[in-house]
């Protein structure tokens, strides 16, 4: 009896090794489905949880087709030691990270390693109204410093600093294009960021600040369009807020609560 329960459980941890082993990069997809709420999955997995690749997707609909959200592919290493606790990951995509990035710790904590991600302007109509209206064009690139993730019961905190930089931004509702390049900073003190935006340069001056806390975004800023573009901006500048007149000029208040 003694004997058959050894050849048991000896049976039962090589079947457990062998799927750990050759554990299909596939599989994956439904587990980042589930940690994002269904918003996110991986598409064309390949390889396995220890060395593969996908591209990053929505998650598939009901014709169970998944569109890429960004552009290449995510190549990906893993360390099996994640099995005794310590994590050791290394991601790399030529045509969307401008360099490898390495995510290391344990089971709870992870630190992320500085790199910029390009994300596609079109993604920003997503957000609804009134983005969605305007249908936004531009590179934007996200970049960040050395970031450090805690788990905390069932969210992540974050503690670092990274930066939405969005140059020759364009709208299919101005005839003007470009419109200009901002920039977006986002302090991040555990579940809540800080939030700055500033103009870089252009004929549409946007300018303002708020906070982003368990994922509810407030904001306060103004919109205003530069010397000789009043005009030529009036349409566009009426889809995004309330006109107000600040020290004799016409702007319009940005708010989202």
Same mark, same amino acid.
């Given at each position: 009896m003694k004997r058959a329960l050894l050849w048991g459980l000896a049976t039962l941890l090589a079947g457990a090794l062998t799927?750990?082993?050759?554990?299909p990069a596939a599989w994956l997809g439904r587990i980042v489905e589930q940690q994002t709420g269904g918003r996110l999955t991986l598409g064309d997995a390949q390889g396995t949880l220890w060395r593969g690749s996908a591209f990053i997707g929505g998650a598939p609909g009901a014709g169970g087709a998944v569109t890429p959200l960004l552009p290449g592919r995510f190549a990906w290493?893993?360390?099996?030691?994640?099995?005794?606790?310590s994590v050791s990951l290394q991601l790399e995509n030529p045509l969307a990270l401008s360099q490898p990035v390495r995510i290391s710790g344990s089971w709870s904590q992870w630190q992320v390693s500085p790199a910029e991600l390009m994300l596609p302007a079109e993604g920003l109509a997503?957000?609804?109204a009134p983005l969605n209206t305007?249908?936004?064009? *531009?590179v934007m690139r996200l970049s960040w410093s050395t970031l450090e993730l805690m788990r905390q019961q069932q969210t992540v905190a974050v503690n670092g600093r990274t930066v939405l930089v969005m140059n020759d931004m364009g709208s299919r509702m101005s005839p003007v294009k470009p419109l200009g390049s901002y920039e977006l900073a986002m302090d991040w003190q555990g579940q809540q960021a800080k939030l700055n935006l500033t103009t870089v340069r252009g004929a549409l001056l946007l300018s303002g600040n708020g906070s982003l806390d368990r994922g509810r975004l407030q904001f306060s800023g &103004?919109?205003?369009?530069?010397n000789g573009y009043e005009e030529t901006? *009036?349409?566009?500048l009426n889809l995004l807020g &309330?006109?107000?007149m600040v020290g004799g000029k016409n702007i319009i208040a940005l708010e989202f609560k």
């Open positions: 799927v750990l082993t050759f554990f290493r893993l360390s099996p030691l994640v099995l005794l606790g997503g957000l609804g305007l249908a936004p064009s *531009g &103004q919109a205003a369009a530069a901006l *009036g349409n566009l &309330q006109r107000r």
